[in-house]
């Protein structure tokens, strides 16, 4: 059984990510910098039938077998650099976009290496970073009665890994695992994510990614 650990798993994506994961089987570390609020925030997933999450802060969350890094984008290097000796050897999905708004639109920002995956995969040298989660809107993944059927756009420079997380993906109720390729294509893939919240701002709406032509 693959256990998964979510740094910054308390915000809206990573309970969002963390209800979808369990639901598919794993068990799920909510972490957090602040372990009673982890736990309190599992807690109240509990309370609405979802098992197998349990909070704790982020370094006990980075000693699942997967992890997931599920911070703002601003503080994920910072989070992820804090914890690399338990992360070595780990794969580490980054599902961070860096996003500014600017009025009724979200603007994409591209950081110094371009991607926030590129960043971790710097910050991480000896983790392998797979990029994933990132179009989904976090209310429709926390809410199992939503009828979310999104392709989950999934790259990486490692393929046993990218492999490995597309298993999980498409173990996971409501979702499905697109491989796109490497992690060339990672800015391109976050800075999409402020095409998709900009459409859903000015159509108030949860829209997500569903690429048609593929098979299922
Ligand atoms: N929201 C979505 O629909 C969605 C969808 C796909 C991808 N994403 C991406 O997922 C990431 C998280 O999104 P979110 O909306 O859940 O964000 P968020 O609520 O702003 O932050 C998530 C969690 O990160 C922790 N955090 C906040 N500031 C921090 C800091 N300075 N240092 C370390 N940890 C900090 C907090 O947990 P603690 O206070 O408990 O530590 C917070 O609950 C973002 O990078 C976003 O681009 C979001």
Redesign the pocket.
């Known amino acids: 059984m693959t256990t998964v650990g979510i740094l ?9 990510v963390a209800v979808r994961l369990a639901s598919g089987g794993c068990d799920v570390v909510l ?4 372990a009673e ?2 736990q309190a ?1 599992a807690q109240a997933l509990v309370a609405r039938g979802i098992d197998r999450i349990t909070g704790a802060a ?1 370094e006990a969350a980075a000693e699942c077998d997967l992890i997931v890094v ?7 290097v ?2 992820v650099s804090a914890l690399r000796s338990q992360l070595k050897g780990k794969t580490v999905i980054c ?3 860096a ?1 500014a708004r600017e009025g009724r639109e979200m603007i994409p920002v591209y950081p110094p290496r371009g991607s ?1 995956a590129a960043q971790v995969a710097f910050a991480l040298p000896e983790s392998v970073i797979v990029g994933a ?7 429709l ?1 926390e809410d199992l009665d939503s009828g979310l059927d999104a392709d989950v756009v999934i790259f990486s420079d490692h393929d046993a890994a990218r492999q490995r997380v597309a298993e999980l993906v498409d173990a996971t109720p409501g979702l499905h695992a697109v491989i796109a390729g490497s992690m060339s294509l990672a800015s391109a893939v976050e800075a999409f ?1 402020a095409v998709c919240i900009s459409i859903n701002i000015r159509h108030k709406a949860h829209s997500y990614v569903m690429l048609a032509g593929l098979a299922r």
């Open positions: 910054g798993g308390t915000g809206p994506a990573g309970r969002g972490g957090s910098r602040d609020r982890a925030c982020n599920a911070t703002p984008w601003d503080s994920a910072a989070t599902m961070v976009n996003l926030m989660f990132h179009h989904l809107p976090a209310a993944m994510t």
